[in-house]
């Protein structure tokens, strides 16, 4: 779903090589835990479709390779199977397949708060995220235009939810401050979603938007994003997701501050035009690259890491430092 020029920021980011890591291959160890649960990769396949035919088949074949490489699955927005309960197997597929997996449900934030409560239970899952997606909403000739009480909707799912919340952008990213907003709320998992993946404006201008096409660039790339809410050194768990393409753009992020990754469009892509088996080689490249940037850097584990030195150069750098982060806190490290 390449829809617009604009990238993740991540080219501007560079781990610092080491020439004699003094490791094997099969030393390293990409585990990571998140919301209790051990994966074997810090990767989650996003949240992306649901309801329909082929939403149902893509859920039970990503659910099965969920179960195969230990790896995190999010659903698609739920509210149509609350609208309609005979479209909800399409989402109840995934725990079927996956009973003992990381699944996370999906409903948007502005949902009311019992009605997301029943999202998370209709698929039995470990977390619940509520997608902000203001900016293709104002593209949409029929998207919503009201926005106060949102943060108040948020403070009480939070209260009410028997799983913990993540507040997903869908491609436009987070910065510092919408950061600290949410974390006051009681949200202390945040899915970034950075500009840089799919376009939502773009594709909404594609189908009769309102926004001209000067919108298509809004937002705060990928790796921005990263550094901006790692700056603010709050407990938060961070999910980095937003154009993030294989191992190697994993691994930037991953050293920039994320806990684990997140990647839809690019994998349901694959999937359309190879099937299960295409992406599960996807997966299997992602995991090989993912191991030998960490190797290359001398790092045996994640934690290994994200204490690596990297240096942000280009217009990443611009936009850090004019937000008054020094980007050489990750250089020097």
């Known amino acids: 779903m390449d829809e617009h020029p604009y990238t993740s920021g991540l ?32 990767l989650i ?20 390779l969920g179960v195969q490489f230990n790896i995190g699955i999010a659903v698609g927005s739920q509210t149509i199977a609350l609208e309609n309960r005979q479209l909800a197997e399409s989402f109840k597929i995934v725990r079927k397949v996956n009973p003992g997996g990381l699944i996370l ?10 009605m997301a409560v029943r999202a998370a239970e209709m698929i039995e899952a470990n977390g619940l995220q509520l997608h902000l997606n203001v900016p293709q909403e104002l593209a949409m000739r029929e998207g919503d235009r009201k926005f106060k009480g949102l943060k108040d909707n948020i403070a009480e799912i939070v209260r009410i939810s ?36 799919t376009n939502f404006i773009a594709i909404e201008q594609a189908r009769s938007g309102v926004l001209a096409d000067e ?10 994003s990263i550094a901006e809410i790692s ?10 997701s937003g154009g993030i393409r294989g191992g190697l753009e994993a691994a930037k992020a991953l050293a920039l501050g994320a806990d684990i990754i997140g990647i ?22 992602f995991r090989y690259h993912l191991k030998a ?22 217009s990443t750098a611009h936009w850090l430092t004019a937000r008054g982060i020094d980007v050489s806190r990750w250089a020097r490290r």
Not at 45 to 64: H, P, Q, V, W, Y
Not at 215 to 224: D, K, L, Q, V
Not at 295 to 313: A, N
Request: hydrophobic content about 40%; glycine content about 10%.
């Open 215 to 224: 919108f298509t660039s809004w937002g705060i790339p990928t790796a921005a």
């Open 162 to 197: 028997p799983v913990p919340v993540i507040a997903k952008e869908v491609g436009f990213g987070m910065s510092r401050e919408t950061a600290r907003q949410l974390f006051d709320l009681g949200v202390h998992i945040l899915d970034l979603g950075g500009r840089g993946g």
């Open 11 to 42: 080219e501007d980011v560079h781990l610092v090589h080491n020439s004699v890591p003094e490791l094997d291959l099969d030393e390293i160890d990409t585990a990571v835990t998140f919301l209790g649960r051990k994966l074997s990769l810090p």
């Open 45 to 64: 396949i996003n949240a992306m479709t649901g309801g329909i035919k082929e939403a149902l088949d893509f859920n039970r074949d990503i659910s099965e």
């Open 105 to 114: 449900a999906n409903v948007a934030a502005n949902t009311e708060p019992q």
């Open 264 to 285: 839809a469009g690019r994998f349901l892509r694959v999937w359309s035009e190879e099937g299960k088996k295409g992406l599960e080689e996807e997966i299997e490249r």
């Open 293 to 314: 940037s960490m190797l290359m850097t001398g790092s045996k584990t994640l934690t290994e890491l994200r204490r690596t030195p990297l240096v942000i150069g280009g």
């Open 231 to 240: 700056s603010l050194n709050l407990p938060l768990q961070l999910v980095a």
